[in-house]
Nanobody, 114 residues
Framework: QVQFVESGGGLVKPGGSLRLSCAAS????????MGWYRRAPGKQRELVAC???????MYAHSVEGRFTVSRDNAQSTLYLLMNGLTNEDTAVYYC????????WGQGTQVTVSS
């Protein structure tokens, strides 16, 4: 059974930074495109960033230039470095296989507030 454990969230002031981690119990992790998603209060879950097997990346327009996704295939771990955080980034952040519709972890809460 695939599991994702997200961590690194917290309370941060506008303009601050956080680095999220996602430990994946996923065999052949390196063969999957992986994504970071978020669900803000009252909104649907949305894709924030993804990283492909060739380490190419793609970002939502709202985070491009501020967020950086990376992966460590040896550790089956996904990362999201978030800089220049704004109130609009407040959400629960999840990782999953890119395009997957189920198997979500509990996520990690990111709250941006002064």
């Amino acid at each position: 059974q695939v599991q994702f454990v997200e961590s690194g969230g917290g309370l941060v002031k506008p303009g601050g930074s956080l680095r999220l981690s996602c430990a994946a119990s996923l065999s052949s992790f390196s063969t999957y495109a992986m994504g970071w998603y978020r669900r803000a209060p009252g909104k649907q879950r949305e894709l924030v960033a993804c990283i492909f097997t060739d380490f190419g990346t793609m970002y939502a327009h709202s985070v491009e230039g501020r967020f950086t996704v990376s992966r460590d295939n040896a550790q089956s771990t996904l990362y999201l470095l978030m800089n220049g955080l704004t109130n609009e980034d407040t959400a629960v952040y999840y990782c999953n296989i890119y395009g997957q519709v189920g198997g979500w972890g509990q996520g990690t809460q990111v709250t941006v507030s002064s």
